[in-house]
């Protein structure tokens, strides 16, 4: 079975790369529909495995200066204090019953359905935003949106493992959209570290990460993003795009079903 785990860290991999996004809002999808593991392991080895690959990419993107530190120390503030309250919930919880497992899959539903509006409308947004400055944050108010926004994902990255990547962009350039698209992937990413680690170690605490799934996921996945990387100069980004779109509609579909 192991074989089969590194195969879809491989796919998932290959979309990344493809994409920049889809790892959390396919791989635990995955492991939930296709392998049966329970919502909170899933969610749970994911997080470890986002931590650790994100954790790469942000030295990659640090050292073109493609990190925005000001904006993820704003995103830090709301949203690690929130993984560390989400996480102490769910323990004080106990014993993951049939209802709150229930509910984390409702929430892993939701979080791809979001994933799937920002991969779709993202370019209309901004283009709405560009039409209607006043609505532009500035100072003070884009500061407390953006320490507000943190707080969001990191409820929604601990429960769920998924809203990091594509929602977690498409937010930040909807508050500061004057970046450039390196500098938001770079900021994305940087944030989001501190965020998974903080979360999946959370989740090592609630004995919800599971080693072996986790290394066989890395085995697949490092090899699937490089090669991944390699085949976005010759696809097109709006055709696979559009693809990861509509596979992530129909997983929605079937986790709030």
Known sequence: MSVAYTVSGLFVGVLVGLTGVGGGSLMTPLLTLLFGF????????????????????????????????????????????????????LKSAGELN???????????GVSVLLTVLSLLFRKQLLAWLARNPRFQLEGRSQAVATVAVGVVLGVLVTVSSIGAGAVGATLIL???????PAEVAGTDIAYAVPLTAIAGLGHVWLGTVD???????????????????????????????????????????????
């Open 174 to 180: 909807l508050l500061y959209p004057h970046m450039k």
């Open 38 to 89: 329970s919502p909170a392991t899933a969610v749970g080895t994911d997080l470890a495995f986002a931590a650790i690959t994100k954790g790469f990419g942000t030295i990659a993107h640090r050292a073109h200066g493609h990190v925005q530190w000001q904006v993820v120390r704003r995103l830090c503030i709301g949203s690690l204090p929130a993984a560390v309250a989400a996480i102490l919930v």
């Open 211 to 257: 080693w072996n799934l986790l290394l066989a996921l890395l085995v697949g996945s490092i090899p699937g993003i490089w090669l991944g990387a390699q085949l976005s100069r010759a696809l097109p980004e709006r055709l696979v795009r559009a693809a990861l779109a509509t596979t992530l509609t129909l997983v929605a579909i079937k986790l709030v079903s």
């Open 98 to 108: 049939a209802q709150w497992l229930h509910a984390i899959r409702l929430t892993i």
